[in-house]
């Protein structure tokens, strides 16, 4: 007897207009350096939901580079993940974003010149989610 396992239906990421309008205008803001910011929401078995945002205490970050501190972080069961952006123009995910700077369950990546069409979602695997940007979730 052979068994037929079914993909795993794959997370799609929705993220609301105010929270896409925070990382736009962020991103913005820090340029020419990185910015990094923490994502709130929920989740369930279908899709990731990003409907805040929060400054990480303690954050550092260059052109090439931002991270922050999670121990400083308090303890909030909201979060959902991270993003930043790369001044560079690459909303792709670089090792050293996949190795040491993925935080929760979706990293999202917005990229000069830092617009809806720029930002990215990703697994911890680097694998692109398919994201929507919603009035209100």
Do not use: C, W
């Not at 990003?50 to 909030?76: E, K, M, Q, R, T």
């Not at 069961?77 to 560079?88: D, E, M, R, T």
């Not at 040491?100 to 990293?107: A, K, M």
Request: aromatic fraction near 10%; avoid cysteine.
């Amino acid at each position: 007897m052979i068994f037929e396992t079914k993909p795993k239906p794959r997370k799609k990421v929705v993220m609301t207009r105010q929270a896409a309008d925070g990382i736009i205008t962020y991103s913005r803001a820090r340029h020419p350096n990185e910015a990094i910011l923490v994502l709130q929401g929920k989740q369930n078995k279908e899709q990731i939901i990003i409907n805040g945002l929060v400054i990480p205490p303690f954050a550092s970050s260059g052109p090439f580079y931002s991270g922050f501190p999670i121990h400083d972080l308090p303890f909030d069961g909201s979060y959902v993940g991270s993003a930043h952006s790369h001044p560079g123009g690459s909303n792709r995910p670089s090792l050293e974003d996949l190795n040491r700077g993925f935080y929760g369950y979706v990293s999202v990546i917005i990229s000069h010149p830092y617009e809806d069409e720029t930002i990215a979602a990703y697994d911890r695997d680097g694998k692109n989610y398919e994201i929507t940007i919603v009035d209100s979730a």
